[in-house]
């Protein structure tokens, strides 16, 4: 159930209400908007005094959300959350564009990019230092190395460093470099991953597994909040469907029902949605004409020559050409860039 504490409300009083949830067994977790603050009390409900709740002081009303994400629901906070990293905002008519190679391959390789990507009007530079590769021989990223350049790019750029994840253990050092944490698709369902970003101070890019539902994506997202992370952006970058001609299959609709859903912001990847070059502008500027939040591009200076994913990678003058078309949208769609 949720807490929701009245306009005027003082911090005593809120810090009164989290002690009253917690005397009653459940965990508190407090979320403040603009407007006012919302405590969450996530636990056994079922035998909870309400009347206590109710007639606490500072507390307008006590109620129950439906949902089974409960930190992820709308119907605990209503205000849209914008995600913050340095140059990146998020959500709430912010558009990010977070634009790299798939994989941190040089020095050279990675600061052309964010230079590129930049001048475009990127928002965030991405590249993968430690990779998830669907066969142990391909490449499996420059480890810490490949963080070391990404952070040298940002030194250059300025632009925020969006890197993946991809094991428990390697998340003190990913959160050391980086300014957003990703989880990628095959990793959606690791828990004990989720918690551990959760635990950092990093936002965090949370992609769909490419077989898992839209209401596994909102638990798996509810796991980072719980663990006391609320900076969380949700990715649709493609399922798997009987369909061949795509790498996956980019659903679109996911943008407006995860929206009615949940106050986290919303990004397409158009890249691995699609899975080819040629279709990737046209699913960017649908994406964004969808309502979403933010886009996730691979770019590479020579695709050809990838170390990964080269074959859904935009060259620099591919993505400028994209990039303006994705502001005119951008702009019919209100959205800031
Ligand atoms: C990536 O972003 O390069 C990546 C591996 O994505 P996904 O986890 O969506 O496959
Ligand atoms: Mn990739």
């Known amino acids: 159930m949720i807490v929701v504490m009245r306009r005027n409300a003082q911090e005593e009083d809120v810090q009164h209400m989290i002690q009253q949830v917690e005397s009653l067994g459940l965990k508190p977790t407090v979320l403040r908007g603009t407007e006012r603050t919302v405590i969450a009390a996530i636990g056994d409900e079922r035998q909870v005094p309400v009347g206590i709740l109710e007639s606490g002081p500072g507390v307008d009303e006590v109620l129950p959300v439906l949902a ?30 977070i634009a790299g190679p798939c994989s941190v391959e040089s020095e050279e390789q990675i600061v ?6 930049k001048a475009a009007g990127a928002t965030a530079l991405r590249g993968g230092a430690y990779k998830p590769r669907t066969s142990p021989y391909s490449f499996q990223g420059m480890k810490e190395k490949g963080l070391q350049l990404l952070a040298m790019a ?41 918690e551990a970003v959760g635990r950092t101070h990093r936002p965090v890019l949370l992609k769909r597994g490419p077989s898992a539902t839209l209401e596994e994506l909102l638990l798996a997202a509810e796991y980072i909040l719980d663990a006391g992370n609320q900076q969380v952006m949700l990715c649709e970058r493609g399922i798997r469907t009987f369909e061949a001609h795509t ?19 919303v990004v397409v990847d158009p890249s691995h949605g699609t899975g080819h070059t040629p279709l990737v502008p ?29 074959y859904q990678s935009l060259t620099f003058e591919q993505f400028a050409d994209c990039m303006i078309w994705c502001r005119r949208i951008a702009h019919a769609m209100e959205m800031q860039l």
């Open 112 to 117: 052309s990019t964010a230079h590129a990507v």
């Open 282 to 310: 046209a699913l960017a500027r649908a994406a964004i004409a969808a309502g979403a939040d933010g886009l996730i591009m691979e770019v590479h200076p020579n695709p050809e020559k990838a170390l990964s994913d080269g």
């Open 154 to 194: 940002r030194a250059e750029t300025g632009l925020a460093v969006v890197t993946e994840v991809v094991a428990s253990e390697d998340v003190d050092v990913v959160a050391e470099y980086a300014d957003v944490l990703q989880v990628g698709a095959r990793n959606m369902q690791n828990y004990r991953l989720l």
């Open 68 to 97: 089974p994400y409960k930190l992820a629901s709308v119907e605990t906070k209503s205000e849209r959350t914008v995600v913050r990293a340095g140059s990146l905002a998020v959500g709430n008519g912010q558009l990010g564009i």
């Open 247 to 265: 790498r996956f299959t980019l659903p679109l609709a996911t943008v407006p029902y995860l929206q009615a859903k949940t106050h986290l912001p």
